[in-house]
């Protein structure tokens, strides 16, 4: 039986593996179907600390699993499809191939995943080349340069207005004629003179110029069918993350999008014992790269501490 299964391979599952080894719970560490997790798609994180001249995605965490190896944890490329949970001594983790792992403790941090558009241009350009899925995390590589929102939630306006910091111009396309955000939010948009709304309108291409980079984006008008080509630098996409929490379905308490809700009064722990979370599979709200580490350094250390 393992001491601790850390589920998931990005920024929180690799801190996690840091604390946890280091406090000589040898843990084993499952890659999953994205090994080093979404930030692997990210081409420049210029937000970690200690990189002032910023960092390769795939970097970051490769150097996260590097020292996590140092001290002993354990990684293996498997998923896991299924759980059970039953017994309160023992978690069985059900992994492709038809293996299964037993374990005293767990730590969930299997990620999300952006939703996107499927429109054409959209997979080729996401990750640096001028399609993203976090503001907080490329909008600066744009300063002065104009760029496209799509959405109309609370998500896309903040998104929006936060870009208004850096870029020359927003563009905030939402295929209603009306935001489904909170009117406080929506009014701000509204009142901010670099934001100019796209209504009634879907995504219909994302082209690339000769340098391969994001030129523009073509959008198309729900009731006229009309074309639209607007030119910029990156299109950000705000429709939404989907938690890559499907295997734990029915097995620890997860709010109706499918985030794990920690049990109350701690970021961590679930109402299961012995069952952590950390990263983007709880947090819906920040979903940065440091945040997540400091998710897996909490959920490492309260299992570390815990009969």
């Not at 039986?1 to 840091?18: F, Y």
């Not at 843990?27 to 420049?44: M, Q």
């Not at 014992?273 to 440091?290: L, M």
Request: charged content about 25%.
């Amino acid at each position: 039986m393992e001491e601790l299964v850390i589920v998931g391979s990005g920024c929180a599952g690799m801190s996690a593996a840091i604390y946890a080894a280091r406090a000589g719970m040898n843990p084993l560490v499952l890659e999953g179907d994205r090994p080093g997790g979404l930030i692997t798609t990210t081409s420049d994180v210029e937000n970690f600390p200690s990189y002032p001249e910023g960092i390769n995605g795939f970097e970051l965490v490769w150097r996260m699993r590097q020292q996590a190896e140092k001290f002993g944890a354990r990684i293996e490329g498997a998923s896991v499809k299924s759980v059970d949970f039953s017994d309160a001594n023992r978690k069985i983790l059900k992994l492709d191939g038809g293996k299964s792992i037993e374990a005293k403790k767990i730590v969930i941090a299997v990620g999300s995943s952006p939703r996107l558009t499927g429109v054409k241009g959209e997979a080729e350009l996401y990750g640096g080349g001028g399609v993203s899925a976090c503001a907080t995390c490329d909008g600066a590589f744009y300063r002065g340069q104009p760029v496209v929102v799509i959405g109309g939630g609370d998500s896309a306006c903040e998104e929006a207005l936060f870009l208004t910091r850096f870029c020359s111009k927003v563009y905030l396309v939402h295929r209603r004629d009306e935001f489904r955000a909170s009117k406080i939010m929506a009014d701000r948009v509204v009142s901010n003179d670099k934001i100019e709304r796209v209504m009634s309108c879907v995504p219909d291409e994302i082209e690339a110029g000769k340098d391969g980079k994001c030129e523009a984006i073509k959008v198309r008008g729900v009731k006229t069918g009309e074309i639209r080509r607007i030119e910029c630098k990156c299109v950000f996409v705000a429709i939404g993350h989907v938690p890559n929490t499907g295997s734990f379905r029915g097995s620890v308490e997860m709010d109706s999008e499918g985030y794990i809700v920690p049990r109350e009064g701690s970021l961590v722990e679930t109402d299961i014992d012995g069952v952590y979370v950390a990263g983007d599979c709880s947090d819906k709200k920040f979903r940065q790269a440091i945040t997540a580490s400091a998710m897996g350094c909490m959920a490492a250390i309260i299992a570390s501490q815990k009969q």
